[in-house]
Every structure is written in structure tokens, then in C-alpha cells.
């Protein structure tokens, strides 16, 4: 995922630097409203109260759930097509492996053998490592030496090459469908459920590095072009995610990077506007506009347009313990993964252990959920399972839910 290597002179030093989503076309009313309905809502939930007496309160506390800076720096390098980025390989062996010319390294199999046979295999699609980064080529380097990072020449060719694009989008619905999930139109990208969902959407709801690759796979789709098709994939793994409750353990994941691949701004805010939209609690959503003045009743507040959390002494006591207890767990699981992926380079083991730790800390707000998942049929909504949740972990919950500021980028480069 992201390099050192390919940093440019002036890189970005923090979230804000790094994120230009809200740069432009803010729609300054919309933000207010929303600002407004955000405060509304977590003033009642406080229990009423003028805003200077809990502006006293935000002085007592301050501990805020943040955005990965790890996150949104890779990101950012991608949607600016790697700027410091100066040599690239001439060989052009991913276009020659889609054209059936090379197999993949080192396994040495044949992009015909992977299109005819691994289709519904989904042990050899889980625990094989070699085969994504031939599959998903990025101009970055994996974990997999014998793969090359993919090149703009290749990616002219690939584009002027028909039997490549079908053969990469033959690829693209075998992931899909071991996810879960089918390309219900190939001409716009569009997503649905597939017939074995449940069964694949528990897996997927378990298999947090699956998201690691989900995230690989948005990204060469953006560097193919498809990006109707990353449109398509965010929104339905969004609205599975908030809607339909089915993969609460990638909600964050699909906030925090997910929706970050597509270069886009404005599909950036129609995806993030969707999700504070279904978000519970709305005021703890915190990829929304940047901080400003908010007029209210009760006088001029300085807020986030999606307001931040502030929690009671006894709360952001627990909500430490919980968190410290959860790192620790985490990243003994990210140092596992990171110890036998082959799906990402050396220089980036800081940014998989931080999406993995991300990972880790939303399964704590999502455990209820964790080994019995929330499971709407599509046609009727009707949850067929609804476990309760028990106080101690809404307690936690509350505490873990957690803000920060928001972002502002001030690279005009991006659409």
C-alpha cells in the first residue's frame, strides 16, 4: 500500500492535509443544517442543557476517537497518482499475465486457470496469498517479490485491450462472489447480494484482513478506470454495513478507507452524506465537514459540523481501559497477519497494522454482533436474528464512539 518512497517534497503531515474532501462545493447551508440537527441530537441524548454549560463540561474531557493518519496519508499518495513516484518498469508483466502470454509468480498458474476453475473455491481463495497481487496490480509494491508494480504505460494498453478489461472483470466477480455478492450490471458497476450471502457475508464479517484486499481492489479499479464499479462496491457495502446491519465489523473499514479510494470529491460527500445519514449515534460520526461556527438558539457554538463526543470522568476512564485492553489484542492479531500476509510490502506494515487495529477496536463497539450477526432478508427486512446487547458493552460502546476535528485538504488536484 503506501511507500516512503514515493513521497513528495512537501508531503502531508496530518489528516487534515491529506484530505480534501470537503475542500470545495461544501454546500455551506447543507453543512449547517446538518451541523444543527447533530447538536440537536446530542444535547437531548446529554439531557438538555445550554450550550455553555457543556462547553464546561468539554473541559474535563477530552478523550476523542481519531482518524488514522496511516489511513488517510496512503490514500492520499494513491489519489494523487503517487507524486514523488520517478522510475517505473518497462516489462509491462501485468498486462502480459491478463493476456495470457505469463503466469503468475511464483505459483506459476495462468490467469485461464484462476477465470475457469478457482471460481466458488473459497479455501484456495482464502488462503492463498500470491495470487491478488496479480490480479489487483497496483503502482505500489506487495509483499509477493515476484509480482511488479503496475506501470502508466501498461495502464494505456491495458485500456486499449479488450480481452484484458473482460478477463479483470472475470476477476473482479470471482472476489465478488467470495464475498458474497454479484455484478449486477456491468455497465454501471452496480452490486448486489449473491444467493450464498449469509454464509459469505459471516465470513467476511470474521476475516478482517479480506478487507485489506477489498481495499487493494478498489484502488486498481480506479487505476483501470472502472470507477463507477468502486462507486458501486462503497455504496452497497455502506448501506449492508449501516442499513441492513449485516457487516458491522467493516463499517469502519468502508469509512475510513474504502470510501478514501475514489478520487472524486463529490462522490466522496454523496457516500459520507449517506452514511451519517443511517450512522448511530450521528453525533459520533467523524469523517463529515470541518469544524466551524454553528448559530443556534442558545447562542454561536464552535462545533464540527458532525458534532464531537464528550464523555464524563467515570466514562473516559472506562473507555481508556477498554481501549488499551483492545490494542493489546489487536495488534497481537496484526502482528500475526502482517507475520504471514504476502499482500503487502515491508514499508507498509505500519499502515496494515493500523487498519487491522481499526479493525480491531470497532469489533469492541460491534461485539454483540460479532458471532451472531444482524441478518435482514432483502425482500421483507426482517431481522431473523437480534441479540441483545449487554449494559456493560453499551457503556463501552458509548465510551469507544469517540471524535475528532474533520478535514480539509488544500490540494486542488483532485476532482
Sequence with gaps: MGNSLFWSAREPATVEECDSTWESDSEPEEQQALAQKTLAT???????????????????????????????????????????KSRENSGQVNLKFYMKEIPLKPDGIY????????KGDYDKLE?????????????????????EELTTEEIKEFLKTKEAKSNYLQGYEIMLDFFGMKLEDKNTGTVARASNWKERFQHLNESEHNYLRI?????????????????????????????????????????????????????????????????????????GPPRKEVSGAKGTIAKSSLSETTLSAPEKTRCEDISDKSRTNVELAAGTELASSTETSPETGMHQKEQLTDQGNTKVENVAAKNNIFVKEKSDHQVTTKPKVPTEIKIGDQALQCQIQNVADTDATEK
Design 42 to 84: 446530542a444535547e437531548e441524548a446529554r439531557g438538555g442543557g445550554s450550550g455553555e454549560d457543556q462547553n464546561k463540561d468539554n473541559l474535563d474531557t477530552s478523550f476523542k476517537r481519531k482518524r488514522s493518519y496511516f489511513a488517510a496519508r496512503d490514500l492520499y499518495m494513491y489519489r494523487h497518482d503517487y507524486p514523488a
Design 111 to 118: 490467469i485461464d486457470d484462476i477465470l475457469t476453475t478457482w
Design 127 to 147: 488462503n492463498n496469498h500470491t495470487y491478488i497481487q496479480w490480479l489487483f496490480p497496483l503502482r505500489e509494491p506487495g509483499l509477493n517479490w515476484h509480482a
Design 215 to 287: 481495499t487493494r481492489i478498489l484502488k486498481s479499479l480506479g487505476e483501470f478506470k472502472f470507477e463507477s464499479f468502486q462507486i458501486g462496491l462503497v455504496h452497497f457495502l455502506l448501506y449492508e454495513a449501516l442499513v441492513e446491519e449485516t457487516l458491522p465489523n467493516m463499517l469502519h473499514s468502508a469509512l475510513e478507507y474504502f470510501v478514501y479510494t475514489i478520487k472524486s470529491r463529490k462522490e466522496r460527500r454523496k457516500l459520507l452524506r449517506f452514511a451519517h445519514q443511517h450512522y448511530k449515534p450521528p453525533e459520533n460520526f467523524i469523517w
